[in-house]
């Protein structure tokens, strides 16, 4: 049970790593703000990524993540022939609605 634990709390941090959670702030003044920073999520990277709805399955709501947007996909590392979009075509992924797709920064006004 143990072992089973920890290799769950392993596969948390790597999908973390992958998908860090995004920053996020409301106000009733201005409504929600969604951005992606080197450090978002309490996760150190080299690159800065885009706002992005992550599914899980089992999971009742998406949360925001950030992207990486260049590069092979995350479990293409080895692959010459990528698409050199990160991990934007992630099947769990979605945009969120009125938001640019490679925008670091998303506002939802009340």
Partial sequence: MVT???EANEQEQREKQ???PC???WS???G???????????????WIGVPRKLYKPGAK???CVCVRTTGPPSDQQDNPRHS????LDNPNLEEYTG???LAVTCSFPL
């Fill in 61 to 63: 709501e998406p949360h």
């Fill in 23 to 25: 920053n996020a702030e």
């Fill in 18 to 20: 992958r998908f860090p």
């Fill in 32 to 46: 929600s703000r969604l951005w992606c920073s080197q450090k978002s999520g309490g996760v150190h990277r080299d």
């Fill in 28 to 30: 009733s003044a201005k």
């Fill in 84 to 87: 050199n979009r990160g991990d």
């Fill in 99 to 101: 938001c640019p797709p």
């Fill in 4 to 6: 089973k634990g920890m």
